[in-house]
Every structure is written in C-alpha cells, then in structure tokens.
C-alpha cells in the first residue's frame, strides 16, 4: 500500500481549516494544519509535507512571503488559495505550482492537489 501523501494546509480562519481537512482526510491524504506563515515555515522544515495549501492572506507574513522564505529551504509543491483574485503569472513566479480560488467546491480542489503531486518531482 502506498505511503499517504502529506499536506499541509495554512489559512488563519479555522473554519476553512476545519473543512479542508476533513475533506482532504476523507481524500485519503494525512494532513496537518496551520493557522501562522511563520509556524507554517517551520512546519515544512521539521514536516516535510508532501505539498502545501497555502492562503495568501495570512497576517502578519501573508502567503507571498511565506513561500518566498519557503522557496530558499524546499522545492514542495505550493497551492494557493484565496478568496482575493490573483494572477496565476505572478503566483508562478514566486514559485507556486497553481492557484485555486475561493469558494472551490471539493472535488477542484482534490484534483488539483492530486495534479500537481503527479506533476511534481519528489520532494
């Protein structure tokens, strides 16, 4: 059987966390949560998630920042997601693997996570 992948999914509104999760466990993916950009950095040193789920609107280090400080330790695959509308180039060229926008229904979102985990080379 293969090894569950891990995902790490960062928003501050523990609602999103709390849905997200249980859809993704549901998913068949282990997932840990994490309301701070500076925690979730952490989280991906000590971790090491397959792939991260992370909100660009975080406060006090938003999204952008986080995986720019992300991007000098790790090449895991990134997912935004945010409700404010965002270009795909810019996300890119920050070093996202793709952008998903809020509200998403579940099935979008475990695509897209599952696209981007076969597209990605390992971790």
């Not at 999103?16 to 282990?30: D, Q, T």
């Amino acid at each position: 059987m293969d090894k569950k992948k891990r995902v790490l999914v960062v928003d501050d509104e523990p609602g999103i966390l709390r849905i997200v999760r249980v859809n993704l466990f549901m998913a068949g993916y282990e997932v840990l949560t994490e309301k701070s950009g500076e925690e979730a950095i952490q989280l991906v040193q000590s971790e090491r998630p397959d792939l991260v789920l992370l909100d660009v609107l975080l406060r006090p280090v938003n999204g952008l920042e986080v995986l720019k400080r992300i991007r000098t330790f790790s090449r895991v695959p990134v997912i935004f997601f945010t409700a404010r509308s965002f270009s795909d180039d810019q996300a890119m060229k920050l070093g996202a693997n793709g952008i998903i926008t809020k509200p998403f229904r579940t099935e979008e979102l475990i695509k897209k996570i599952k696209d981007v985990l076969d597209n990605s080379p390992g971790v």
